[in-house]
T-cell receptor, first 113, second 112 residues
Framework: IAGITQAPTSQILAAGRRMTLRCTQD?????MYWYRQDLGLGLRLIHY???????GKGEVPDGYSVSRANTDDFPLTLASAVPSQTSVYFC????????????FGPGTRLTVL | AQSVTQLGSHVSVSEGALVLLRCNYS??????LFWYVQYPNQGLQLLLK??????LVKGINGFEAEFKKSETSFHLTKPSAHMSDAAEYFC??????????FGAGTTVTVRA
């Protein structure tokens, strides 16, 4: 693989169910991010991790949790999904300083009914 | 706090015409600025970035952007639109903690 992979590509989920979105990168980037994309709102940061073993809250963290056990993987968990979490979720990674760009995965389209 | 505003959620241009997408930023420190493009059903791809080396930045696919500190702007242009430029474009500014703050996006349609 090269870059960032996300799984699943899409998912329909019943409200109240638990769901983990997977993200893996092979670029050895220190920093990783989870965003949600909603029409007219652009991308909003959910959680981030500047290095393995550390995580932080973004703009819209409620209802989501993350872990960063190693450099490559950064899963996002919805403990009890609600319809307002219907969105497209993007994982991203970045190397080095603030002047470096983020690289994005292909996204996961999640529908919560 | 760092933020960006993209003026116009939709832009429609004729093939061969100038593409101009507007982005204004707010930053308490010298900013790093980015333009990303998103094609349908894909992730975001970097078009170009400003990191203070030069005010006119050239990117991929013939796009360029000019950093104007006096106007707090970083507008994206392409002299001649192609059908393949139809996509959504996002402006972003670096925020403390190495995060990015994104604008709401501008959707570009290209008319034949």
């Amino acid at each position: 693989i090269a870059g960032i992979t996300q799984a699943p590509t899409s998912q329909i989920l019943a409200a109240g169910r638990r769901m983990t979105l997977r993200c893996t990168q092979d670029m050895r980037h220190n920093a990783m991010y989870w965003y949600r994309q909603d029409l007219g709102l652009g991308l909003r940061l959910i959680h981030y991790s500047n290095t393995a073993g550390t995580t932080g809250k973004g703009e819209v963290p409620d209802g989501y949790s993350v872990s960063r056990a190693n450099t490559d993987d950064f899963p996002l968990t919805l403990a009890s999904a609600v319809p307002s979490q219907t969105s497209v979720y993007f994982c991203a990674s970045r190397a080095g300083g603030a002047y470096n760009e983020q690289f994005f995965g292909p996204g996961t389209r999640l529908t919560v009914l | 706090a760092q933020s960006v505003t993209q003026l116009g959620s939709h832009v429609s241009v004729s093939e061969g015409a100038l593409v101009l997408l507007r982005c204004n930023y707010s930053s308490s420190v010298p900013p790093y600025l980015f333009w990303y493009v998103q094609y349908p059903n894909q992730g975001l791809q970097l078009l170009l970035k400003y990191t203070s080396a030069a005010t006119l930045v050239k990117g991929i696919n013939g796009f360029e952007a000019e950093f104007k500190k006096s106007e707090t702007s970083f507008h994206l242009t392409k002299p001649s639109a192609h059908m393949s430029d139809a996509a959504e474009y996002f402006c972003a500014v670096s925020s403390p903690g190495y995060k990015l703050s994104f604008g709401a996006g501008t959707t570009v349609t290209v008319r034949a």
